[in-house]
């Protein structure tokens, strides 16, 4: 109680602080909420009361109040029933220190936006599809499809190690920046002509990029299609999704949601960071991000595109042992093979944190974790910090918050957290 005392005390005065690139907040927060009552249902339903839940969206009004995102959109289910889904916001015309444009968008709950790294999840799914399907086995090394990427200390990597973040191939060639990320052949050809000792095969450290143009070339290779061709036949038409695409074309790019870099420009060492691991600064992601190429590229660890509920309808699946709406998407071994641990907490060298992974998920753990606190069975993926995208079987619940503000350094994090222990909180286990 004390520590969720003062956590609400720290949000509070947030309120008040801004650091670096901030938004313009409207006078009244009714003028720019969208709520999609005809899906939302009655908490008592499920096991909540309508206090609980008031106080869920809340914690998303106050992570606004931030004035870090234009744009918040939420998708929260529980017992496989949506509870919330709303959107706060502008989703274009609503850049940090200015006023909103007179015709600036609303965010919407049908609103698609990019879901950054939470892509990572999908990307690994589909791999484990192809396990399923017994086209390959995750514990194959790469070369072993691909024979030209065994060169150069790289024979011995296995498409486990890769999904789980210990391939040693974490960062992509230094001559590649964000700008060269839909070059999907040219990075292929750099990332088989990498150097890499073999002392950094086995090692935690995040594939922020990299990865996804690895499993990328196993599908093509082992399913005989192309990333997109094979989400679309086996996740995105079955589930009836209308975005959930690596990119959108340009009648649909129309629709997304702008980002914009928020809060503090990073600076040395943090600066360093960052460009090793994103190719650049939040700045130039943000930019790179709104942009033709960047919207209509395919990069598979950073450019699904879709919406909250969409989302959190794949989420929603996993729980339900791979099922939706009466449609076996896969198998529940193939859930069971995605969200397992693989190794235990420990320092990721990339994230400079401790992490728990599965092949292809990031967890929680107890008594405290990524997703909050008692969240030990909680699996889901961050995008660009910000996005939280998770599903808990114990409290039966998918959570979808997607957001269009990129801050490293500001003052939203303690609102972040309490939105999760928000969450935790009125869900019982």
Sequence with gaps: MIIDFGLKNLVRANRYLRFGNTIHLPESLATVTTINRDEEVEPLSVGMTRDGVDAIWQSVEEIYKTATHPAISLCFRRQGKIILSRSIGYANGHKPNEKADIDARLMQPETPICYFSGSKAVTAFLIHLLNEDKLINLHDTVSTHLPEFGQHGKQGITIHQVLSHRSGMSTMPSSLGINAL??????????????????????????????????????????????????????????????????????????????????????????YFIKRVLGGSFEHVAEVSNTAIFQQAVIPSANLMGTAEEMGRFYQMLLNDGVWEGKQICQPVTVQGLTQETGTLEFDRTLMAPMRYSAGMMLGASPVGLWGINSAQAFGHIGLINKLLWADPERDITVSLVNTGLPFVANHVPSLINFMANINKHCSR
């Excluded at 999907?184 to 990332?191: K, M, R, V």
């Excluded at 935690?204 to 990299?210: D, G, K």
């Excluded at 070339?217 to 082992?222: F, H, L, P």
Aim: net charge neutral; proline share 3%; charged share 20%.
């Design 182 to 271: 839909a070059d999907n052949d040219e990075i292929w050809q750099q990332l088989c002509a990498k150097q890499l000792p073999t002392t950094e095969v086995g090692k935690l450290a995040y594939h922020a990029v990299s990865g996804g143009y690895i499993l990328e070339r196993i599908i093509k290779q082992a399913s005989g299609m192309s990333i997109q061709k094979f989400l679309d036949l086996r996740v995105r038409k079955p589930m009836q999704m209308k975005y959930f695409c690596y990119g959108l074309d340009d009648t649909e790019a129309c629709a997304l949601a702008d980002n914009y870099a928020t809060g503090i420009k990073a600076m040395y060492p943090i600066s």
